[in-house]
């Protein structure tokens, strides 16, 4: 049983570039979270979503951030015009809604900016 | 939940001795306390967690603990083994929200 599963792991882009990031949740996962963490710190929650559905989106920047879950294929964090301060590591975490609370995360993916 | 303060932030220890980390939250809707341990370069491993009709919850080496009145959890590992470094992380879901508050972390070292 697979884990979850994003990409690409390592990202470099140039400032004003678009940045993508991809996430697969568990099978029988229909519950999507995204977080960011900066160097020596704790994760910040960014979204929630459900297929088609974005649930809860706080945490997110309200300029340049864009988050989706569509009916078939992965989950997408986008993030538009990119600037030395989005550099972070962005985990996406899966869970089957069945129990608050419990997410299951991934690898993650390390955005560089240059 | 509103604030999560997690204790120590670096923790030392002798192989085979016990380790404690320690963590405070604010929300007291609070239902759910989760322990992460992330390892170098990898993402957040979900190791232990307990909800808030449970006082205490033990997996082999690793227990966590709730006081519920006081707002403080705590993950403690018997035992240490090398591979238990890594950095250690608490959180709280703020009344299943959906949405986990982490603490800063605890690196842990274990040293052989």
């Known amino acids: 049983n697979a884990g979850v599963m994003q990409n690409p792991r390592h990202l470099v882009r140039r400032r004003g570039q678009e940045a993508r990031l991809r996430c697969s949740p568990m099978k029988g996962h229909s519950h999507v979270y995204w977080y960011r963490q900066l160097p020596e710190e704790g994760l910040k929650f960014m979204v929630y979503?459900?297929?088609?559905?974005?649930?809860?989106e706080s945490g997110m920047p309200k300029e340049r951030f864009s988050a989706e879950f569509p009916k078939e294929g992965p989950s997408i964090l986008r993030i538009q015009q990119v600037v030395r301060g989005d550099s972070a590591a962005y985990f996406c975490?899966?869970?089957?809604?069945?129990?608050?609370?419990?997410?299951?995360f991934g690898p993650g993916t390390r955005l560089t900016v240059l | 939940g509103e604030n999560v303060e997690q204790h120590p932030s670096t923790l030392s220890v002798q192989e085979g001795d016990s380790a404690v980390i320690k963590c405070t939250y604010s929300?007291?809707?609070?239902?759910?306390f989760p322990w992460y341990k992330q390892e170098l370069g990898k993402g957040p491993q979900l190791i232990i967690d307990?909800?808030?009709?449970?006082g205490e919850k033990k997996d082999q080496r690793i227990a966590v603990t709730l006081n519920k009145t006081a707002k403080h959890f705590s993950l403690h590992i018997t035992e240490t083994q090398p591979e238990d470094s890594a950095v250690y992380f608490c959180a709280d879901d703020g009344a299943g929200s959906y949405q986990l508050t982490f603490g800063k972390g605890t690196k842990l070292s274990v040293i052989p």
């Open positions: 979503l459900q297929k088609e559905n974005i649930i809860d």
């Open positions: 307990i909800r808030s009709n449970v």
């Open positions: 929300d007291s809707a609070s239902n759910y």
């Open positions: 975490a899966s869970s089957p809604g069945t129990e608050p609370g419990t997410q299951y």
